[in-house]
């Protein structure tokens, strides 16, 4: 598959899932515009999200911040249960109070490249609760039951965000697998999306064959490595169109000095103009 996919689309601020099935889903790795958190409550998968694979205990939580791909391996042979959560990243910038971010767990996901939180056992307790009175609220209809939805949901990432703070998960080798010189080029390519990303400079600079890397970043993300530094590079246009910047900047700020490219290679991956998501 050249190209990952975008799954699913967000026009509420937030919604809760609670999903058991044997089902082989979302096989393909894709990505959303939306942050999701799993909580894994049964099964057996295998998470993998950018170049590291996860593999889950019950009531392990995965985040994935927007725009990072990712695909579930799935054991058909257990029934896969799980809560998901898709949440706009705006709102919880805008629902956050005291100069306490409650993105800041997602945030933090990004800055170490390490999607899983494993809680201890008074915080799976904790975040039990608190996830099913969101559900209870969510499918209420008495007086109150949008405020009460909204209120616990903010409790839970509160709690969240606590435990991911805390959280020393990425210190059990146990519990992910990774090529650590891929997670570097990773790394290096989301932290200089605005610079030369040539595949030769990013296989000098990491003293590997060129042939390597491609073979490597392939295997391990699905996606060349070629497209995926093309693909980050639009959505980091996407999200700066979106905060004010004119379109041309944003394209020539992302690697692209042909305007005409950058509109046909937006248009393919988002489906829109980039004057669209102003």
């Known amino acids: 598959m050249e190209e990952w996919v975008k799954r699913g ?14 089902i082989e889903l979302e096989l393909n790795y894709h990505y959303h515009e939306f942050d999701k958190i799993v909580v894994f409550l049964s099964g057996k998968v295998t998470y993998v ?21 990712h695909r579930p391996i799935i054991d058909t042979a257990e029934p896969y249960e799980r809560i998901t959560l898709w949440i706009k990243p705006d709102y919880l910038k805008n629902i956050s109070l005291g100069g306490d971010d409650l993105r800041q767990c997602l945030a933090k996901a990004e800055e170490k490249s390490f999607a899983l939180i494993r809680p201890d056992s008074g915080g799976r307790v904790t975040l039990m609760k608190l996830l099913s009175g969101v559900e209870a609220a969510m499918k209420s209809k008495e007086f109150g039951s949008e405020v009460l939805y909204r ?24 519990a992910f697998r990774s090529d650590p010189k891929l997670d570097e080029i990773v790394a290096y390519i989301n932290a200089n999306l605005t610079e030369d990303l040539s ?22 993300t699905g996606c060349p ?54």
Not at 155 to 163: A, D, H, P
Not at 169 to 174: F, G, I, P, Q, V
Not at 200 to 218: N, Q
Not at 239 to 249: F, K, Q, T
């Open 199 to 220: 595949l030769d400079t990013i296989a000098r600079k990491f003293y590997i064959s060129k042939s390597y890397l491609m073979h490597k970043f392939k295997e391990t």
């Open 151 to 174: 209120s616990l949901f903010m409790q839970f990432l509160v709690e969240l965000n606590r435990i991911a703070l805390a959280d020393a998960t990425d210190k059990n080798t146990a």
């Open 225 to 278: 490595a070629h497209r995926y530094i093309q693909q980050k590079r639009l959505m980091l246009a996407a999200d700066l169109i979106r905060e004010g910047m004119p379109v041309v900047d944003a394209g020539a700020k992302c690697g692209y000095g042909d305007y005409s490219a950058f509109l046909r290679a937006f248009k393919k991956l988002f489906g829109v103009n980039p004057s669209d998501v102003a």
């Open 49 to 69: 999200v950018e170049s590291k694979a996860y593999f889950l205990n019950p009531w392990d939580i995965v985040l994935v911040p927007h725009g990072q791909i």
């Open 9 to 22: 689309y967000l026009n509420e601020d937030f919604r809760l899932f609670h999903i058991r099935d044997r």
